[in-house]
């Protein structure tokens, strides 16, 4: 007897562009003249619309009370994030840099918020005249920020960025619980509140991030129900009235078979719960939770095009003018443990006749430039449009294009 054939798992369906005589359409463009009108391969295109969308679909599932934030490391583009400014409550940078491009993007500086565990004197004191929200990460930003204050005579808002005694279950990346560069330890920040006190740094709250790219509702939920808890047991050593409490997020997009698309619903149920429970217990406070990859990452595509088509003992290769200098997590060395394919479809080929067995590789002289490895992919010639979805974060700025010399990498928004 046969065994029924176990079949693969396929990726989350990408409907998110439509297709339009078998061509992928991205801003209302068919992707030829996009990639003409661009000028070059490889470039990375984000779409207006779905971003608008996303920040909608988001505000339907979570409760109003509720505030959301931008996460710009994702992706700092800045006509994006002057896209986004408009849409969300406020910008979270993690650096100087990052910082210039929200405050040029006519963010508001007091819904700007800055973490990170290494942050210099200078960006502390660019921060401060800047009047935004600083989430200390260590006893020696307390002092430096004090010292800040000294000398230039601007008050300091910031919050306490806090190590949980906890950990996000399921998170592709966990930033939170246990032994951590980020924040300070939980059981430490009762001391750090009273040095704040003494400092004449203004407090504001709390800063709590378990984790990244979390796909399972129920670990999401009970991350923050976790993280509200700790923030209600800290708040009694406060110096002040908490009046700004993050959350985190952590929430996940589908990249590899198999995974499929977040459930907003039970998520957006239990924040309703804790913001109301907020309105009693700390009735000053905002409670805001920072996304990047799922206010983005859907919306970006990459697009490289075939340079040649090599057949490998049997072995179909499609040559392309990108690779992981562009697109290093497509490639898989951006933290994955074991290497995975993105979704990957050929962009003017989307209603192939003939589909075969291929990878698609660039043009880097190392076998790690894999972009799509033996995929079922149309028939594809030189000339053709890869496209890899579900690339609008951490891509163009997450990768390495100096490495071999190739040509930069362009981006836009449509
Ligand atoms: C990176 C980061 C985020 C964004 O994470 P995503 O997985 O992209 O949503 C949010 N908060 C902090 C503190 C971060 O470091």
Redesign the pocket.
């Not at 505030?67 to 583009?77: E, G, Q, R, T």
């Given at each position: 007897m046969n065994k029924p054939e176990r079949k693969a798992p396929a990726h989350a369906p990408m409907h998110q562009f439509p297709v339009r005589d078998g061509v992928l359409v991205v801003g209302g463009i068919p992707l030829p003249q996009l990639a003409a009108r661009v000028g070059q391969t490889p470039f990375y295109a984000y779409d207006r619309q779905l971003l608008s969308q996303r920040v909608a679909e988001l505000r339907t599932a979570l409760p109003p009370g509720l505030k959301l934030h931008y996460?710009m490391?994702?992706n700092p583009m800045p006509a994006l994030v002057a896209h986004l400014a408009g849409l969300v409550d406020g910008i979270?940078v993690?650096s100087s840099g990052e910082l210039k491009v929200a405050l040029d993007a006519g963010a508001d500086p007091r819904e700007i918020s800055f973490?990170?565990p290494g942050k210099r004197r200078e960006e502390l004191q660019q921060a401060v005249a800047a009047g935004i929200l600083i989430?200390i990460e260590s006893f020696r930003e307390v002092s430096e920020l004090a010292a800040i204050i000294g000398q230039t005579g601007y008050p300091a808002r910031v919050a306490v960025?806090v190590n949980p005694d906890f950990e996000l279950k399921s998170s592709g990346?966990k930033?939170g619980g246990g032994a951590r560069q980020?924040g300070v330890d939980a059981e430490r920040v009762p001391e750090l509140l009273a040095e704040i006190g003494r400092s004449g740094i203004g407090f504001e709250g709390f800063?709590l991030?378990a984790g990244?790219?979390n796909l399972k509702p129920d670990a999401i939920v009970e991350a923050q129900d976790k993280s509200f808890e700790l923030a209600l047991r800290l708040a009694q050593s406060a110096p002040a009235p908490v009046r700004f409490l993050n959350l985190?997020?952590?929430?996940?997009i589908p990249y590899f078979p198999g995974e499929q698309h977040l459930d907003l619903a039970p998520i957006g149920a239990r924040l309703a719960t804790l913001v109301e429970r907020a309105a009693h217990a700390m009735p000053e406070a905002k409670l805001v939770i920072?996304?990047?990859?799922?206010?983005v990452?859907e919306a970006g595509i990459y697009v490289t095009s075939i340079i040649d088509r090599k057949v490998s003992r049997e072995h179909v290769f499609l040559v392309s003018d990108g690779g992981l200098h562009h697109h290093l997590s497509a490639s898989g060395n951006f933290g994955q443990v074991i290497r995975k394919n993105y979704p990957v479809a050929i962009g003017n080929r989307m209603t192939p006749t003939r589909c075969e067995t291929a990878s698609v590789v660039g043009p880097l002289c190392t076998p790690l430039d894999l972009l799509a490895d033996h995929m079922e992919l149309a028939e594809a010639q030189p000339g053709d449009l890869v496209v890899i979805f579900q690339s609008g974060?951490?891509g163009f700025t997450a990768s390495p294009q100096a490495f071999l010399g190739h040509p930069r990498c362009v981006e836009v928004l449509v």
């Amino acid at each position: 007897m046969n065994k029924p054939e176990r079949k693969a798992p396929a990726h989350a369906p990408m409907h998110q562009f439509p297709v339009r005589d078998g061509v992928l359409v991205v801003g209302g463009i068919p992707l030829p003249q996009l990639a003409a009108r661009v000028g070059q391969t490889p470039f990375y295109a984000y779409d207006r619309q779905l971003l608008s969308q996303r920040v909608a679909e988001l505000r339907t599932a979570l409760p109003p009370g509720l505030k959301l934030h931008y996460a710009m490391k994702a992706n700092p583009m800045p006509a994006l994030v002057a896209h986004l400014a408009g849409l969300v409550d406020g910008i979270d940078v993690a650096s100087s840099g990052e910082l210039k491009v929200a405050l040029d993007a006519g963010a508001d500086p007091r819904e700007i918020s800055f973490a990170g565990p290494g942050k210099r004197r200078e960006e502390l004191q660019q921060a401060v005249a800047a009047g935004i929200l600083i989430n200390i990460e260590s006893f020696r930003e307390v002092s430096e920020l004090a010292a800040i204050i000294g000398q230039t005579g601007y008050p300091a808002r910031v919050a306490v960025r806090v190590n949980p005694d906890f950990e996000l279950k399921s998170s592709g990346m966990k930033m939170g619980g246990g032994a951590r560069q980020f924040g300070v330890d939980a059981e430490r920040v009762p001391e750090l509140l009273a040095e704040i006190g003494r400092s004449g740094i203004g407090f504001e709250g709390f800063h709590l991030f378990a984790g990244s790219q979390n796909l399972k509702p129920d670990a999401i939920v009970e991350a923050q129900d976790k993280s509200f808890e700790l923030a209600l047991r800290l708040a009694q050593s406060a110096p002040a009235p908490v009046r700004f409490l993050n959350l985190g997020g952590g929430f996940g997009i589908p990249y590899f078979p198999g995974e499929q698309h977040l459930d907003l619903a039970p998520i957006g149920a239990r924040l309703a719960t804790l913001v109301e429970r907020a309105a009693h217990a700390m009735p000053e406070a905002k409670l805001v939770i920072e996304l990047g990859r799922y206010l983005v990452g859907e919306a970006g595509i990459y697009v490289t095009s075939i340079i040649d088509r090599k057949v490998s003992r049997e072995h179909v290769f499609l040559v392309s003018d990108g690779g992981l200098h562009h697109h290093l997590s497509a490639s898989g060395n951006f933290g994955q443990v074991i290497r995975k394919n993105y979704p990957v479809a050929i962009g003017n080929r989307m209603t192939p006749t003939r589909c075969e067995t291929a990878s698609v590789v660039g043009p880097l002289c190392t076998p790690l430039d894999l972009l799509a490895d033996h995929m079922e992919l149309a028939e594809a010639q030189p000339g053709d449009l890869v496209v890899i979805f579900q690339s609008g974060a951490y891509g163009f700025t997450a990768s390495p294009q100096a490495f071999l010399g190739h040509p930069r990498c362009v981006e836009v928004l449509v």
